[in-house]
């Protein structure tokens, strides 16, 4: 098993052009892809590039959804565009608030299929949780998500498009010719691929949504304010340097590959050794400062002390951030949450190590919006805890 093995994910994606000469949706076109489209439409060459910038700042910096809206494009060009194409979000089917501020909405996309983002104020940053994929395959046994069956990956229109209807329910679209940021600190000022589904098994769309909400003519945000989280996609890992740059985050969770392939079980596939030298890379790769390791606190699984330690050993040389997470519990679930005590003397050993090691306050629990939880209403089928301890081995 090497880090140069093949990936294998026979994926839906839903194509972005309805059938039947249906309009053409521009969101989630990188500027080249709309380029391409206008001079398909009819725009004069030498004028592409200028039609691109217009209307990209029309979309992504304004939040304009109506081409007729554009008003330094001439009238007969706004019909055409509308003729050909349109600009199209996933509908938010409803949206619940935590007793903490926290968002939840629940989100359907082409198809029926719905999922889940979260927004998080806090008090220096706003941050939303987006998804990736309808369900997930990964199949982590702490996890809900994990429980319902992968659908298919979300289009590049669908992931930067929730982002568009959070801005949306937030309000934070500036007025038509003010620029980004000039009306104060950012209600939604991060982003993190930690939502439904493994980002980097639908890399592709993923890199082009980021690419539009990096895009400094749009939603401008610096790719330090974006964090990718993987469960450890090896051959990925790099051409994310590559090609996104953004920070990444890694769903490590366990110090011995025993435990790890039971709680994460794409570790049977690139172990822990695999993945710690693809990780060793990264930084310098992409100019990210360090890699944040997310680590599930789970009474009796991976919280000893003697975790503590190996994890410091293991990581050893990498300019890193560990996230300990209090297990948030969900019907079924077949594991407790490490008491807290044993949370805070795992992050004492941590800290005098020299590890930033935060113990992440559960957010949104009261309407099951915290990190694990995430898993749309359609398919929220309840399997007893015998069930899934039987499926994931801890039986």
């Not at 993923?206 to 690419?211: G, L, Q, S, Y």
């Not at 990780?279 to 606190?297: D, H």
């Not at 069930?387 to 994931?392: F, N, R, T, V």
Request: charged share 25%; glycine share 8%; net charge neutral.
């Amino acid at each position: 098993m090497t880090g140069a093995a093949p990936i294998t994910q026979d994926v839906l994606t839903i194509p972005r052009k309805a059938p039947e000469g249906g309009k053409t949706n521009i969101v989630g076109l990188t500027r080249p892809a709309l380029r391409d489209a206008l001079i398909a439409m009819g725009t004069p060459e030498k004028q592409s590039k200028m039609r691109v910038n217009q209307i990209w700042q029309w979309i992504y910096q304004w939040g304009v959804r109506d081409f007729h809206a554009m008003t330094n494009l001439a009238k007969g060009y706004r019909a055409q565009l509308d003729a050909h194409f349109e600009i199209a979000l996933p509908e938010i089917v409803s949206k619940q608030v935590s007793a903490d501020g926290t968002r939840k909405y629940l989100v359907r996309i082409a198809g029926g299929h719905e999922v889940e983002v979260v927004y998080i104020p806090e008090t220096d940053r706003g941050t939303l949780c987006i998804s990736s994929q309808v369900g997930c395959t990964l199949t982590c046994s702490f996890c809900h998500t994990g429980t319902q069956k992968l659908v298919r990956n979300l289009t590049a229109g669908e992931i930067i498009g929730q982002v568009m209807l959070a801005r949306d329910d937030l309000g934070e679209w500036p007025e038509p010719g003010v620029g980004t940021g000039e009306n104060g600190p950012r209600l939604l000022s991060n982003i993190v691929l930690m939502g439904m589904g493994e980002p980097l098994y639908n890399f592709d769309n993923v890199r082009d949504a980021m690419k539009i909400a990096m895009d400094g003519e749009g939603i401008a945000l610096s790719r330090r304010r974006i964090t990718l989280s993987t469960s450890g996609v090896v051959p990925e890992i790099a051409k994310t340097a590559e090609e996104i740059g953004c920070l990444l985050a890694v769903s490590f969770h366990a110090t011995t590959d025993e435990v790890r392939d039971r709680l994460v079980p794409i570790n049977k596939r690139w172990n822990i050794e695999t993945l710690l030298n693809a990780l060793r890379e990264y930084p310098k790769n992409s100019n990210s400062e360090r890699i944040t390791f997310e680590y599930v606190m789970l009474k009796d699984v991976n919280d000893s002390d003697a975790d503590a330690r190996r994890l410091v050993k293991l990581i050893s040389g990498i300019p890193a951030k560990i996230n300990l997470i209090p297990f948030n519990e969900w019907p079924g679930a077949p594991y407790e949450r490490s008491d807290w005590s044993r949370i805070e003397s795992f992050a004492d050993i941590l800290y005098k190590a020299g590890y930033a090691s935060p113990i992440r306050t559960p957010r949104g629990e009261d309407i099951m919006a915290a990190c694990g939880q995430l898993k749309s209403a359609t398919e929220r089928e309840r399997k007893s805890r015998a069930q899934i301890a039987a499926e994931s081995g801890t039986g």
